[in-house]
């Protein structure tokens, strides 16, 4: 079974703090995902790698940064968070395929900033 | 770019069909994939079209016409379980990444 695992279910933060988001799968994924989905809004992607060191932008990527030092991690950026990033983040993994994409995705982390 | 249309909300009782329908327009289209999530848990895939027609899964079957840029999910049987939002997502042609719909929320009653 695939496990996904995100450093927090929830956290507050003030404005203006650095914040890091942490995910951990252990299936041995190359492509990770982070997603921050809003009420109305769906999933909207945010960054993704498909390999270590490896990183591109995804729908939304402004005010966020990410890094994938190993093939298991991949952390999530808010280099000076703000009220608008209040949301929920969604962490995800795959393995790439020519057909069928299936992303198996972490409980997620309620992220409230002040 | 992508952009995928679905019903913001569907209510059904037990033991009924609910379909949820999806309109995307893309600039490429590998397949369509649906997924569920319940109320403050993670997405969870349930099934993946790449060619026209019906894929079945138990209670819960997909459906896809590439020419119409159209594809459904239906739930038979209701269960109160499955009450949840349902994503659709299309696959990017170049990279592994999924472009999802706003989903549907179903809300299923005794």
């Known amino acids: 079974d695939v496990k996904v695992t995100q450093s927090s279910r929830y956290l507050v933060k003030r404005t203006g703090e650095k914040v890091f988001l942490e995910c951990v799968q252990d299936?041995?994924?190359?492509?990770m995902f982070w997603y921050r989905q809003d009420p109305g809004l769906g999933l909207r992607l945010i960054y993704f790698s498909y390999d270590v060191k490896m990183k591109e932008k995804g729908d939304i990527p402004e005010g966020y940064s990410v890094s994938r030092e190993k093939k298991e991690r991949f952390s999530l950026i808010l280099e000076s968070a703000s009220t608008n990033q209040t949301s929920m983040y969604l962490c995800a993994s795959s393995r790439p395929s020519s057909g069928r994409e299936t992303q198996y995705f972490g409980p997620g982390t309620r992220l409230l900033v002040l | 770019g992508q952009s995928l249309e679905q019903p913001s909300e569907v209510t059904a009782v037990e033991g009924a069909i609910v379909q949820i329908n999806c309109t995307y327009q893309?600039?490429?289209?590998?397949?369509l994939s649906w997924y569920q999530q319940h109320d403050g848990g993670a997405p969870t895939f349930l099934s993946y079209?790449?060619?026209?027609g019906l894929e079945e899964t138990g209670r819960f079957s997909s459906f896809l016409s590439r020419s119409d840029s159209y594809g459904y999910l239906l739930l038979q049987e209701l269960q109160m379980k499955d009450s949840a939002s349902y994503f659709c997502?299309?696959?990017?042609?170049?990279?592994?990444?999924?472009?999802f719909g706003k989903g549907t929320m179903l809300l299923v009653s005794p």
């Open positions: 997502a299309v696959r990017d042609e170049g990279y592994s990444t999924l472009t």
């Open positions: 299936m041995d994924h190359e492509n």
């Open positions: 893309t600039s490429g289209f590998y397949g």
């Open positions: 079209n790449a060619l026209d």
